[in-house]
């Protein structure tokens, strides 16, 4: 079974950053597909950004110029940096990995973000 462990959510005033950072109990090269989601109170999760095998990424249009995922091999992590945050960015988020035709979810990291 793999295991996601997640880190680097918490409390930040609007206009702030912060980090997280997904890390699987397998390799990260062994996974075709990674990203982060979100979820609201109220309301479905969501796609945030997702990172492919090659490096290609993709984001929802509400994060496009402020949110930067990125595959770090070094650390074997996934990690999505966050700038700019918005009061409307609140949610838990929820780091995702594709092995074969596995998908495996992280428990979630509270990000907060007060005006």
């Known amino acids: 079974q793999v295991q996601l462990l997640e880190s680097g959510g918490g409390l930040v005033q609007a206009g702030g950053s912060l980090r997280l950072s997904c890390a699987p109990s397998?390799?990260?090269?062994?996974?075709?597909?990674m990203g982060w989601y979100r979820q609201a109170p109220g309301k479905q999760r969501e796609s945030v950004a997702t990172?492919?095998?090659?490096?290609?990424?993709d984001y929802a249009d509400s994060v496009k110029g402020r949110f930067t995922i990125s595959r770090v091999n070094a650390k074997n992590t996934v990690d999505l940096e966050m700038n700019s945050l918005k009061p409307e960015d609140t949610a838990v988020y929820y780091c995702?990995?594709?092995?074969?035709?596995?998908?495996?979810w992280g428990r979630g990291t509270q990000v907060t973000v007060s005006s």
């Open positions: 397998v390799s990260i090269f062994s996974s075709r597909a």
């Open positions: 995702n990995v594709y092995i074969g035709t596995n998908s495996y």
């Open positions: 990172i492919g095998r090659g490096g290609v990424a």
